[in-house]
């Protein structure tokens, strides 16, 4: 099984990518124009490897293991640049797809399939602590 990945990125390192997924993010990245201080994290997963698990995201460490964010085995400068949210960063999907659904004892019920070019979690970054999102 192909192991997990984790690597710092900047803007210009992963344009293109963004780019043809989604053209329109990646213009208006363009016109802010970041410089190469602001990282980005570029994280790899296996197929079928648990993203979230018991409500906490799995990154992979340096031997390409996923454990959670706060592990003991990641680099404290990858917690810092995670520090902004509690829960899940916002993201992009670059390639494949991420299937969200839920656990049931011993089903998984399929509930949200995000293909290339989505942007997750964006919303619960932005909101003030202790508000909620309606439709």
Do not use: C
Not at 36 to 44: A, E, G, P, Q, R
Not at 95 to 101: F, K, P, R, V
Request: proline share 6%; aromatic share 8%; glycine share 6%.
């Amino acid at each position: 099984m192909q192991k997990a990945s984790l690597t710092t990125v900047t803007w210009s390192d992963v344009r293109e990518e963004v780019h043809k997924v989604n053209p329109g993010l990646a213009g208006q990245i363009d016109n802010i124009s970041p410089s190469n201080k602001f990282k980005l994290l570029k994280v790899s997963y296996p197929f079928g490897a648990d993203v979230l698990k018991s409500g906490e995201l799995q990154i992979p460490n340096a031997a390409g293991e996923l454990v959670s964010r706060y592990d003991a085995s990641i680099n404290n400068s990858i917690k810092e640049q995670l520090a902004y949210t509690p829960t899940m960063p916002v993201g992009i999907i670059l390639n494949h797809t991420l299937e969200m659904q839920w656990q049931r004892k011993n089903n998984s019920i399929p509930w949200f399939l995000m293909r290339p070019g989505r942007v997750f979690n964006l919303w619960g970054s932005m909101q003030e602590s202790g508000t909620s999102a309606q439709t």
